[in-house]
């Protein structure tokens, strides 16, 4: 079996990481970190453990000059790139009319620019197969609580797939974005601040009776990435226990957060 190359960006925990986790069994892997060399030489670990060949990159995907350097370092390493998963993402959670332009600029170079540059970078590099995964937010779709500002680059995300779908289409490379309703991370902990009764809210609202894991994301990742998904793209897919289906709790959840 030939293994692919996956780059993750914020794959040292949460989402990311049980992505690439995943992808290990069938990938080489770039685990990529901001802040947690630790965690990154931890999962870089277990992803060998399962017979990738790893590479770890440290990068503040808010600089355009590290973003350059970890496409770079990618590109050096393996010469290729058959998986692009653009996870990393923050924000400050504020109502969007507390926010100024220096929390809009972090926010989207963040989330957009780092991948409209990674991709511009890495693309020559896909071949057949090869597949960009985004990941998304019902923020988008919904104004949710101090979601304003991440909601607006989770929709400019949306868009983009769609576009790279269409002008990677051709080479035989897939652009698809997941969509996950609220998954237990520590991103959705410093969200939540202890508030239980926001958390209970979630949880009734969800039709499955339960929050999302980042396991369970990474399910539906697998999948988009492998071959079998080879005629999906430029699709948006929703991952989260149907809470959306009935329009979601963000109107009574914005009276407690
Ligand atoms: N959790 C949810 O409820 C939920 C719901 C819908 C969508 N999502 C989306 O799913 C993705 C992953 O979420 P998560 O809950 O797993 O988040 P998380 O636990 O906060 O992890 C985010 C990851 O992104 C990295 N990251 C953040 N800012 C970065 C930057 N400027 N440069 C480089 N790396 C950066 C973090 O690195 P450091 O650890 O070094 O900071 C971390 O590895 C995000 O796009 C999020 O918007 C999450």
């Not at 979630?202 to 369970?216: A, N, Y």
């Amino acid at each position: 079996m030939t293994r692919r190359v996956a780059l993750v960006t914020g794959s040292a925990r949460g989402i990311g990481r049980a992505i690439l986790e995943r992808l290990a069994v069938d990938h080489d892997c770039v685990v990529h970190g901001r802040r947690d060399a630790a965690a990154a030489e931890e999962v870089a670990r277990v992803v060998a453990g399962k017979g990738a060949d790893t590479l770890v990159v440290t990068a503040d995907l808010g600089d355009a000059e590290q973003v350059a350097r970890l496409a770079d370092s990618v590109l050096q390493r393996f010469g290729r790139l058959d998986t692009l998963v653009a996870n990393a993402a923050s924000t400050a959670f504020k109502p969007l009319v507390d926010v100024g332009v220096r929390h809009s600029r972090m926010t989207f170079a963040t989330v957009v620019d780092s991948l409209v540059e990674l991709v511009h970078r890495t693309a020559p590099a896909m071949g057949a197969g090869g597949r960009v995964l985004t990941i998304g937010g019902l923020d988008a779709r919904f104004a949710q609580a101090g979601h304003g500002l991440l909601g607006g680059a989770k929709a400019a995300l949306e868009a983009l797939t769609r576009s790279w779908a269409v002008e990677l289409g051709p080479r035989g490379v897939t652009a698809n974005t997941i969509v996950p309703g609220p998954v237990l991370t520590d991103s959705l902990e410093t969200y939540l601040n202890g508030q239980d009764d926001v958390r209970r809210l979630l949880v009734d609202h969800t039709p499955v009776g339960r929050l999302c894991t980042p396991d369970d994301v990474a399910d539906v990742a697998e999948f988009l990435v492998s071959p079998a998904a080879a005629m999906i793209s430029g699709q948006v897919v929703t991952v989260d226990g149907g809470v959306s289906a009935q329009g979601g709790p963000w109107g009574a959840m914005r009276e407690l957060w």
